[in-house]
């Protein structure tokens, strides 16, 4: 039996709301900004039009801001180097200083980079890449072979999404995802309820983050997030598992 899917409100291309949150931290980290705008300017020279206009009422992009100065960097490159038009014209008029006017526009820049960001780190740290793994809190307490084959199943299965939309070359996968498959491969593991499940498979539908769910008689069972995500600013109801 085919199960209607509930229609995702808003859903942006993924490039484009990773283009979004990139623009966000450069906001808040002048440095980066202007290396930024001037890397543009000399590999894009201004040949892609305007990008933005989209309507992001009820987004998070900074679900997806870069943890660091060197992930913003990679994604920069990943982005130019990229075939995404459109964020490359979001780039481009970034590079123009054009991107924040027009608030009639509703372009979600406008409005959210008033939000005080706490915390960005400009490179001290290493921050870590963590694969996230959200397990259904009725079946988290009870780490059996059964639910360790759910967990290896989700992750292997965010691999191989992750894999599938790089045309299938890890050379081109995003980055954060290459950080982490290349790195050391850690797990964040984090428990919610199934409507809390629910609500984060929301999120990442809207942002079209790559991620697998393993289901069960009872629904979504284990959930493998991409490394993309930065938990600090997602406010999904979870819980750390110690």
Known sequence: MINAQKTIKNKVRHENALCL????????????????????RIFLKDEYPKGGGFDYDDLNPLILMPKDRSSA???AWWLIDSEFQEAKGM???????????RPQE???????????IPGITLGRLKIRKEMI?????????????????KINQAGSGLLS???????????RLEPEMGDWLFGDKETAFYSSGKEGMDDIK???????????????????????????VNQEYSNWPVAPLS
């Open 202 to 228: 929301e999120d990442l539908g809207r942002l079209d983050i790559a991620s697998f769910e393993v289901k069960d008689e009872k629904g979504t069972a284990v959930l493998a997030i991409s490394p993309a």
């Open 21 to 40: 949150s990139l623009l966000l931290y450069a906001e808040k980290d002048r440095l980066f900004s202007e290396e930024l705008k001037n890397t543009v």
């Open 73 to 75: 960097v990679k994604r």
């Open 161 to 171: 999404e992750a894999i599938k939309r790089a045309n299938n070359n890890i050379g």
């Open 106 to 116: 509703r372009q979600l820049v406008v409005g959210v980079v008033r939000i005080a």
């Open 133 to 149: 793994i959200v397990i259904r809190k009725d079946i988290a307490g009870d780490l059996n072979i059964e639910l360790a084959g």
């Open 91 to 101: 780039l481009s008029a970034f590079a123009r200083d054009e991107f924040l006017e």
